[in-house]
Structures are given as structure tokens and as C-alpha cells.
């Protein structure tokens, strides 16, 4: 187990809907990362945010925006879907922002878009 | 544009051996890290180990070691004495500038 959280586990919803996907970090952890692993994409950088703050992005579209609340969890939100988006969605985290040395994910959202 | 490189897809090993899993990059940077990571067929993602650019001894974790060579720009993943349970996909990932870049992956198979 490493700590971090993900919920729900298994997301599955229709072509133009709007999900959450949440996350919580290790305990002291203050950056948040999401991924998208797809079979034809691979692992995808999507977003960081390090203590509330957005601190990088990666190939995220413009249908998904995220962000992380005072307490440190994050809320990953995708709209307007799409069959495509059906994929692994990860949270990782880590202690510090800028020199990263370890990161530890969640298990994982699986969103299946029908 | 393409960071990473994962050249072998499988890979096989036999059980007790050790097995080289090959990541090249391409940077110009002088400062970035470099990670491996683990995923069985659950499919849960496991942080293996970390190398960062100025580090001027490859890295090594229990069984795992990181074969790191900055003029090549390669940063291979050596496993010894291989089990069982190291059966599945292993990612290597580049890190600068707060962004990921993952490689393909490479699916180890290790035969009893």
C-alpha cells in the first residue's frame, strides 16, 4: 500500500458526461501528479500541483482541469467525454515539488466511456 | 517530442538470472532525473528507484540497480537474481522542469 488514495476505483459513464476523479497523497506529501494510461497513448503527464498550486502541465486537453484544495487532496475533472478518454487515471505524490526523488501512486481510476 | 525510449517490448529471463532492461533519452538539459517504475498485471504502479543527473554513483535499491551512463544518455534498469515476482511491465520515465516523460514500457517475463 502506498499511501495513496484514489476513488472511486471503477468509473463507467456515457459519451458527453462529467466526471470527478479524487485523490488523496501521502500523508506530508504536498504534490499531487495525475497520469492517463491508454492502450494506444501509454503514460501520459497530465497536471502537478504542489501545495495548492498549479506547478506543471503536461498533455492535458482542455475538456480536463484539476485542482488541489487546502488539504491537500485533489479532484481531477473531466467533461464533455469522449470514447478515447477511457483509460487507467493515477494520482502520485510526493514530498517536494521541485527536486522529485521518489513518487508513490495510487491505484488508480478506471474510467470506461460508453 | 520523444524523450524517452523503451527498445525492447518483452523480455524473458530465467528465474535466479539477471536481466538488463534498456531506457535511452534525449536531453540537453544538465539537470533532470531519471525513475523506474513497475507495473504488474494488477496494475497498480510501484516507484522502483531514482537516478538524478549530477549523481555521480549509480543508483541501487535492494535488487535493483540503475546502470547510469550520462555521455550515452542511457539509464538501464539491472535486476539480479530475478523471481517470480518481478513478472510484469517496467516503465522508465525522464523528469525535468516538474514534467514526466515515460517511456513504453518494457514486459518482463521470468520463466521458473
Known amino acids: 500500500d502506498s499511501g495513496v488514495t484514489q476513488t472511486p476505483k471503477h468509473l463507467i459513464t456515457a459519451t458527453g458526461q462529467r466526471v470527478t476523479l479524487r485523490c488523496s497523497p501521502r500523508?506530508?506529501?504536498?504534490?499531487v501528479y495525475w497520469y492517463q494510461q491508454s492502450l494506444d497513448q501509454g503514460l501520459q503527464f497530465l497536471i502537478q500541483?504542489?501545495?495548492?498550486?498549479?506547478?506543471a502541465k503536461g498533455n492535458i486537453l482542455e475538456r480536463f482541469s484539476a485542482q488541489q484544495f487546502p488539504d491537500l487532496h485533489s479532484e481531477l475533472n473531466l467533461s464533455s467525454l469522449e470514447l478515447g478518454d477511457s483509460a487507467l487515471y493515477f494520482c502520485?505524490?510526493?514530498?517536494?515539488?521541485?527536486?522529485?526523488?521518489?513518487?508513490?501512486f495510487g491505484p488508480g481510476t478506471r474510467l470506461t466511456v460508453l | 517530442a520523444q524523450k524517452i525510449t523503451q527498445t525492447q517490448p518483452g523480455m524473458f529471463v530465467q528465474e535466479k538470472e539477471a536481466v538488463t532492461l534498456d531506457c535511452t533519452y534525449d536531453?540537453?538539459?544538465?539537470?533532470?532525473?531519471l525513475f523506474w517504475y513497475k507495473q504488474p498485471s494488477s496494475g497498480e504502479m510501484i516507484f522502483l528507484i531514482y537516478q538524478g543527473s549530477y549523481d555521480q554513483q549509480n543508483a541501487t535499491e535492494g535488487r535493483y540497480s540503475l546502470n547510469f551512463q550520462k555521455a550515452r544518455k542511457s539509464a538501464n534498469l539491472v535486476i539480479s537474481a530475478s523471481q517470480l515476482g518481478d513478472s510484469a511491465m517496467y516503465f522508465c520515465?525522464?523528469?525535468?522542469?516538474?514534467?514526466?516523460?515515460f517511456g513504453s514500457g518494457t514486459k518482463l517475463n521470468v520463466k521458473p
Open positions: 500523508s506530508g506529501d504536498l504534490s
Open positions: 520515465a525522464y523528469y525535468n522542469f516538474n514534467k514526466f516523460y
Open positions: 502520485a505524490s510526493s514530498v517536494a515539488g521541485g527536486v522529485v526523488n521518489e513518487q508513490f
Open positions: 536531453t540537453s538539459d544538465p539537470s533532470y532525473g
Open positions: 500541483y504542489y501545495n495548492g498550486e498549479e506547478r
